[in-house]
């Protein structure tokens, strides 16, 4: 059973920085590429970042361009969100997500959410 499980959220001061961590079970890591995602309050879901098998990423947003960085470990079967700088505007619940890559070729990124299987998410607070 495929399943991605968030960690690392909590409480943060602005200008602090985070990890997120993205456990995936159930599958083989590196045929999958890995977005990371967060919602605010009677807001929409935002695409943040993607990273395809390659090691290649893909920003959605520019709001944390130059601040949040997506990093993989297969063998830990772990994707990694490092955010700095925070903003009380980060404030959300993040979620990781997978989507499986087509067979030809490992630079793969769905566009927008078009992603298959979704954590529960965890809860990033910025705040002083």
């Known amino acids: 059973q495929l399943q991605l499980v968030e960690s690392g959220g909590g409480l943060v001061q602005p200008g602090g920085s985070l990890r997120l961590s993205c456990a995936a079970s159930?599958?083989?890591?590196?045929?999958?590429?890995i977005g990371w995602f967060r919602q605010a309050p009677g807001k929409e879901r935002e695409g943040l970042l993607c990273?395809?098998?390659?090691?290649?990423?893909?920003t959605y947003t520019d709001s944390v361009k130059g601040r949040f960085t997506i990093s993989r470990d297969n063998a830990k079967n772990t994707v990694y969100l490092q955010m700095n700088s925070l903003k009380p505007e980060d404030t959300s619940v993040y979620y990781c997500?997978?989507?499986?890559?087509?067979?030809?070729?490992?630079?793969?990124?769905?566009?927008?959410?078009?992603?298959?299987?979704w954590g529960q998410g965890t809860q990033v607070t910025v705040s002083s």
């Open positions: 997500a997978a989507e499986r890559r087509p067979f030809y070729t490992r630079s793969y990124c769905p566009r927008g959410q078009n992603y298959d299987y």
């Open positions: 159930g599958f083989t890591l590196d045929d999958y590429a």
């Open positions: 990273i395809m098998s390659s090691g290649g990423t893909l």
